[in-house]
């Protein structure tokens, strides 16, 4: 393993515990005491995934997510005693990827991190370039969405969740399935988070189209992305 992880982490206990087993577990560490030294060792070195608190020195974690998402889509995950539920929406909300509350168990933060990199390093064989469901258009090149031609701001979570609902358009999805193919295989159980993320996403799609509806919930089974059987594909 030739990736790094950037710890943001104020206490130095819990950083220096986190910095021995990601280097342990063969992964290289990256450790930042407050939000501004974060930033700039991410513009430095790159990271290829941040696992980041929201207490923090100068600089908050909320403050931090925002620039990192101003230009980066990389793996973020959140790790903090802020365990309210505004407090998850938000951290969603503004991109994270996953949201974790100590105290916490230390090999479920690392299966998580393992997660998250698997997911990003792992590239689509043989989709189409663009995915289209009435007015919506979702560009997998360039990672972009459009909706009555406005371009829509979604996190990495919620983009791979609405391609997700587009590949299987008119078809219920349930809990499990989608957990399974957007989170990874240790989610199964998370409804909670795919409902945040769900709600996350219909809001800033009813925000383009007030009045319509693409994604409709069967109560205590799923989801299904409205409107025809299968979504357009074009490779142009």
Avoid: C
């Avoid at 469901?133 to 560009?139: E, G, H, M």
């Avoid at 360039?142 to 587009?166: D, K, W």
């Avoid at 909670?192 to 709600?199: D, F, G």
């Amino acid at each position: 393993m030739n990736e790094s992880i950037l710890i943001v982490e104020d206490e130095p206990e819990f950083a220096a515990l986190l910095e021995r087993w990601i280097t342990q577990t063969g992964y290289t560490p990256i450790l930042a005491r407050t939000g501004n030294e974060a930033l700039r060792y991410f513009y430095e070195q790159h990271p290829d995934l941040v696992v980041l608190d929201v207490s923090l020195p100068g600089l908050d974690g909320w403050q931090v997510i925002e620039r990192i998402r101003e230009f980066s889509r990389v793996p973020i995950i959140m790790a903090t005693a802020r365990g309210a539920e505004t407090d998850k929406i938000r951290g969603l909300k503004l991109g994270a990827d996953d949201y974790i509350t100590k105290p916490l168990s230390l090999p479920e933060l690392m299966a998580r991190i393992e997660a998250a990199l698997r997911r990003a390093a792992t590239a689509p064989a043989e989709r189409p370039r663009r995915l289209q469901q009435r007015d919506l258009v979702v560009d997998l090149d360039e990672h972009h969405v459009y909706l009555r031609n406005v371009e829509l701001h979604l996190t990495p979570t919620e983009f791979r969740l609405l391609v997700y609902l587009l590949e299987h358009a008119g078809q219920l999805v349930t809990h499990r399935q989608v957990l399974g193919s957007v989170w990874g295989g240790g989610y199964g159980a998370d409804v909670h988070l795919l409902r945040m993320t769900i709600r996350n996403l219909r809001h800033k799609l009813d925000a383009a189209t007030p009045g319509e509806s693409y994604i409709a919930t069967e109560y205590g089974l799923g989801y299904r992305l409205t409107g025809s059987s299968s979504p357009t594909r074009s490779s142009s």
